[in-house]
C-alpha cells in the first residue's frame, strides 16, 4: 500500500516538474523582447520588404506604448513551414502574412482568420487607400479575409544590358527571338539564364508564364477551380515541351538545380555578368538594388516583360506573379492583440513615411495617388513600369503554388522540377497533376 | 570481486532502486511512447493541420504505399545507409586506432579531427552548399575546374556527396568510439604479442580488431540506425533535390507532413521508419551474439 503510494507520488511530482518545463517553455518565446506578454506578434519574411516593415513596427511601437506589436523575420520557405504548423497548433501569430489564394482559403476553412468585413465597411479610409484589383485578392465567397501590405509583385524578365550590349543583341519580344539568343550567349561563355531551380518555385514562373502566353488565362482558372482533367489542356503540353526545350538548347546557367534563391544565388549571377537573363519577381529589384548597387545606378538592369509566343491565344500584356502580400489577423487572438492588429491596419501602415519607405527601397506600393511619388523617386523608371505593367495587365494571374491548395501545390512544384531535370514528360506531368484535382 | 557480507551484497545484488528510474520512464512515455501511438493512430486519418481530423480507414497507407516516391524514398534511403556505412566505418575503426597511442602530436590532431562534430548539423550544410557552389564557390573561387562541378544539381553525383559530408560530419564521433575502445584493450596483450614476434599489422589484425568486436557492432548500430535519421544535413544542403534524387525517407516524411500538409501519409510513413529502425537494431544487436551486454574487462 505504502509503495504504491509513493509511486503515485513520484509519477505526480514527476508530471508536476514536466508540465512546469513544458509551460515554461510555451511563454519563454512570445515575452521575450519587445512588448509585454499580451503584444500582438507579427511575423514577417526577411529580404525584401524587411527593413521596411522593421521601420514602420518600430514607428508604431513608439507612439503605441500600450499596443505594441512584437516583429519576427523568417526566410520565405521556412516561414510557409512555420506559419502553418504554428496556426495549426494554436501558437500561430496576431499577424498572418500571406499571399491570398488556396493557402488563404485553407486557413478560413478552418476557421483560423478573423473575418474583416465589418472592419473594412466602418473604415472607408482603409478599403480605399487600395488599388481595388488588388484589395480583391484577400476576398473569399464575399467576405475580407486579409489585406495587402506592401507592394505588387510582377514576374518581370530582367537582363544585363552590358552583355547584351558586348554580343550585339536586343532584348527579346517573342519566344523565337528568346530562343536565337541562346547559342550566342553560350558561344560567348556566358549562361543565357539564371534559375534558383533548388527553391523549385522559381521554375514555376516560367511555366507560368508560358501556358498564360500559350492559352491565355483561362486555363489556370480551370485548374485552379478543379475541373477535372483540367491540366490536360493542350497549352500546358506545349509550354512543358518549350521548358525542355530550352533545357536542351541549354538554356539555363551550370548547375541551375543547385542555385538557391533564397540566397540570392541566382541574381548574383545576372549582375557579375555570369548570365544574361532572369525570369524572377518584382522584388528581386529591391536586392540588387541593396547587393548590386552600382549595377542598378548605372543602368545596367534593363527588364521587359515575358516574350509572346506565336500563335499563342494570350495577351501579351498579361501578368503572373503575386498582386502583393498581406495580412490577414488571427481569429485566435486575444481581443486586446486583435484590437492592437485592427489599430494598426488602420493608422499605422501605409502611413507617408511606410510609402515612401518602400518606394526608397525600389517596391511600387499596392496604394491608390503615389503616381507623383513614384516619378520623384531615383527607381522612377522600374518602378513606374511595375506600376503600368500591374494597372494596365487585363490578367494578374496570383502565383499557382499560392493558389492552389497546399497538397496540389507542392506536388506542382516537385513534379515541374522532374521536367526541368528531364526526368519526366510533359505527358507523364500532365496525369500526375490531374490526379492531384480536388486535393 | 572481493566477497562483501551483510546489507551492502544485497544491494549489490539486487542493484540499484528502480525508483530511480522513474523520472527517465515519465519522459519516455511521454515523449516517445505516447506520440508513437499517436502517430499510429493519425495514420488512419486524414488531417490537412489546420482542420478537423476524420477517421479515413486505410487511405493514407494505400496513397503511401502505391506512391512510386515512397519506394523510390527506401531505395535512397537504404543507398546512402549503404555509402555511408562502407565509407565511415572503416575511416573511423582507423582514425580510432591511430589517435588512441599516447603521442602529443596525436592528441592534438584528435582535437582537430573532433571539430566537425561541434557544428551544427545545419551550419555544416550551409557551409558545403556555399562551397559546392557551381559558380560562386569553392573551385570556381581558385580557379580549379575539376572543382567546380554541378555538385548539388547532378542527380548522379549528389547522393555521393550527401555520403561524403554527412562522413565528415559523423566520422569524429565514431572515431570517439573506436578510441575509447581500443584504450580498453589491455596492454598486457600486445607486450605477449610482441614477444612472440607480431608486428603492428598482425597485431591490428590478431588482437585489436577482435577486442573491439562489440565497439564495432555498437559503433555499426548507431550509424545505420541513425542513416535513418539524417534529415537536417540533407534538408538544408539538398532539400532532397534535384528531382527526388535525396529525398530519403524521413525528409520524405516531413515534406509530405508540412509541405504537402497531408499529415494521415506523413504519419503512415513515419510508423515505417519505427519498424524499419526497429528491425536493422534487432539484427545488428543479433550479430553481437548471446554475451553482447557482458563487459569484456577482466574481473568485473
Known amino acids: ?439 | 570481486m572481493p566477497t562483501s557480507t551483510g546489507s551492502s551484497r544485497r544491494v549489490l545484488e539486487k542493484g540499484p532502486s528502480g525508483w530511480l528510474a522513474a523520472p527517465a520512464l515519465v519522459f519516455f512515455l511521454l515523449f516517445a511512447i505516447i506520440p508513437l501511438f499517436g502517430v499510429l493512430f493519425l495514420s488512419f486519418t486524414k488531417w490537412d493541420g489546420l482542420g478537423e481530423i476524420r477517421l479515413d480507414g486505410l487511405s493514407s497507407w494505400t496513397t503511401v504505399l502505391t506512391d512510386p516516391v515512397t519506394g523510390n524514398a527506401l531505395w535512397v534511403t537504404a543507398k546512402i545507409m549503404f555509402f555511408s556505412f562502407i565509407v565511415q566505418a572503416p575511416i573511423s575503426l582507423l582514425l580510432g586506432v591511430f589517435t588512441s597511442a599516447s603521442q602529443k602530436y596525436r592528441a592534438a590532431l584528435a582535437v582537430l579531427y573532433f571539430v566537425p562534430l561541434l557544428l551544427s548539423s545545419a551550419a555544416v550544410a550551409i557551409a558545403y552548399k556555399a562551397l559546392l557552389d557551381p559558380n560562386f564557390g569553392l573551385g570556381p573561387g581558385l580557379g580549379l575546374p575539376f572543382l567546380a562541378q554541378d555538385w548539388l544539381g547532378n542527380s548522379d553525383l549528389v547522393l555521393f556527396v550527401v555520403v561524403f559530408v554527412i562522413a565528415w560530419q559523423f566520422v569524429p564521433f565514431h572515431t570517439l568510439i573506436y578510441q575509447g575502445g581500443v584504450r580498453q584493450i589491455p596492454a598486457s596483450l600486445y607486450e605477449a604479442a610482441q614477444i612472440d614476434g607480431a608486428g603492428r599489422v598482425q597485431q591490428f589484425f590478431a588482437i585489436t580488431l577482435p577486442q573491439l568486436k562489440y565497439t564495432i557492432i555498437t559503433s555499426s548500430t548507431l550509424m545505420v540506425v541513425g542513416s535513418l535519421a539524417y534529415f537536417d544535413l540533407v534538408f538544408v544542403l539538398t532539400g532532397g533535390g534535384p528531382g527526388y534524387s535525396t529525398r530519403l525517407l524521413p525528409l520524405h516524411m516531413y515534406l509530405t507532413g508540412f509541405k504537402a500538409n497531408d499529415m494521415g501519409a506523413a504519419s503512415a510513413l513515419g510508423v515505417i521508419l519505427v519498424v524499419i529502425g526497429l528491425a536493422l537494431a534487432l539484427l545488428l544487436q543479433r550479430l553481437g551474439g548471446k554475451n553482447r551486454n557482458a563487459s569484456q574487462l577482466e574481473g568485473a
Not at chain 1, 523575420?73 to 502574412?97: C, E, H, L, M, S
Open chain 1, 1 to 439: 500500500m505504502l509503495k504504491l503510494t509513493l509511486r503515485s507520488a513520484a509519477i505526480a511530482v514527476t508530471a508536476a516538474a514536466v508540465s512546469i518545463s513544458l509551460a515554461a517553455c510555451g511563454s519563454s518565446g512570445p515575452a521575450s523582447s519587445a512588448g509585454n506578454a499580451d503584444s500582438a506578434t507579427m511575423w514577417g519574411l526577411t529580404g525584401g520588404n524587411q527593413p521596411v516593415l522593421q521601420k514602420s513596427i518600430d514607428a508604431w511601437n513608439k507612439a503605441h506604448p500600450d499596443e505594441t506589436v512584437k516583429l519576427d523575420f523568417f526566410a520565405n520557405d521556412a516561414y510557409k513551414t512555420k506559419v502553418r504548423t504554428a496556426v495549426g497548433a494554436g501558437q500561430g501569430p496576431t499577424f498572418i502574412y500571406g499571399w491570398g489564394g488556396g493557402v488563404l482559403k485553407s486557413y478560413v476553412d478552418s476557421g483560423q482568420v478573423a473575418d474583416l468585413s465589418d472592419f473594412v465597411a466602418s473604415n472607408p479610409d482603409v478599403k480605399n487607400r487600395y488599388l481595388p484589383s488588388v484589395l480583391k485578392n484577400g476576398v473569399i465567397d464575399g467576405k475580407t479575409y486579409a489585406l495587402p501590405n506592401n507592394n505588387v509583385q510582377p514576374v518581370v524578365l530582367y537582363y544585363n544590358k552590358e552583355v547584351f550590349d558586348k554580343i550585339g543583341v536586343q532584348a527579346p519580344k517573342t519566344w523565337d527571338d528568346l530562343m536565337a539568343l541562346v547559342p550566342k550567349f553560350k558561344a560567348a561563355g556566358i549562361a543565357p539564364f539564371s534559375l534558383g531551380g533548388q527553391s523549385k518555385w522559381p521554375d514555376l514562373m516560367w511555366l507560368e508564364y508560358l501556358v498564360e502566353r500559350i492559352g491565355g488565362p483561362d486555363v489556370f482558372a480551370n485548374i485552379a477551380a478543379n475541373k477535372p482533367g483540367a491540366w490536360s489542356d493542350p497549352a500546358v503540353k506545349e509550354a512543358l515541351s518549350k521548358i525542355q526545350n530550352l533545357v536542351d538548347a541549354g538554356g539555363f546557367a551550370n548547375g541551375f538545380s543547385s542555385i538557391a534563391a533564397d540566397s540570392n544565388a541566382d541574381q548574383a549571377l545576372l549582375y557579375t555578368g555570369k548570365a544574361a537573363m532572369i525570369l524572377q519577381g518584382g522584388w528581386i529589384y529591391q536586392s540588387m538594388k541593396k547587393d548590386a548597387a552600382d549595377f542598378v545606378k548605372n543602368g545596367k538592369l534593363g527588364y521587359v516583360t515575358f516574350p509572346a509566343v506565336s500563335g499563342g491565344k494570350g495577351d501579351p500584356a498579361n501578368v503572373v506573379g503575386n498582386p502583393s502580400n498581406f495580412w490577414s489577423i488571427s481569429s485566435k487572438a486575444t481581443d486586446s492583440q486583435k484590437k492592437a492588429a485592427l489599430d494598426y491596419v488602420k493608422s499605422g501602415m501605409f502611413t507617408d513615411a511606410d510609402t515612401q519607405a518602400l518606394i526608397d527601397s525600389g517596391a511600387v506600393p499596392v496604394t491608390t495617388g503615389i503616381e507623383s511619388k513614384l516619378a520623384a523617386s531615383p527607381d522612377k523608371d522600374f518602378l513606374s513600369y511595375v506600376y503600368g505593367m500591374a494597372k494596365n495587365a487585363p490578367s494578374f494571374t496570383l502565383s499557382w503554388d499560392q493558389a492552389l491548395s497546399p497538397a496540389q501545390g507542392d506536388a506542382m512544384l516537385a513534379n515541374l522540377d522532374q521536367i526541368f531535370l528531364k526526368k519526366i514528360s510533359p505527358d507523364q506531368f500532365v496525369s500526375t497533376m490531374n490526379a492531384t484535382i480536388g486535393k
